[in-house]
């Protein structure tokens, strides 16, 4: 089975920094997207950046590009979302997904894109 899981949410306040983590199993290709979403109460699901593994290629919505870096580590299934110079309006659940179409997570209603498979999310909260 393919599980995502996500650690590294917490409470920060606004100017800090977090780093998000999602462990990868059971996936059948080591060569694939993988990436961020965040949901805010209220608010739709949206992307924040993606990354396709075992390459250099990334992609990141307006609003974090600059502040967030998205990465991998392939020796041990993690991909990771570096989150620095935080908002207020960075809070939200953060939830890792896999198997999309990368570029994606950049569009206008990129919370509705179809998406394989999901993490059950890590809270965010900058206050």
């Known amino acids: 089975d393919v599980q995502l899981v996500e650690s590294g949410g917490a409470s920060v306040q606004p100017r800090g920094s977090l780093r998000l983590s999602c462990v990868l199993s059971g996936l059948p290709s080591s060569r694939q997207c993988v990436g961020w979403f965040r949901q805010a109460p209220g608010k739709e699901r949206e992307g924040v950046a993606s990354?396709?593994?075992?390459?250099?290629?990334?992609w990141y919505t307006d609003s974090v590009v600059g502040r967030f870096t998205i990465s991998e580590d392939n020796a041990k299934n993690t991909v990771f979302l570096q989150m620095n110079s935080l908002e207020l309006e960075d809070t939200a659940m953060y939830y890792c997904?896999?198997?999309?179409?990368?570029?994606?997570?950049?569009?206008?209603?990129?919370?509705?894109?179809?998406?394989?498979?999901w993490g059950r999310g890590t809270q965010v909260t900058v206050s």
């Open positions: 997904a896999a198997d999309f179409a990368c570029p994606d997570v950049a569009v206008r209603d990129s919370g509705r894109i179809p998406v394989t498979h």
């Open positions: 990354i396709y593994t075992g390459s250099d290629k990334t």
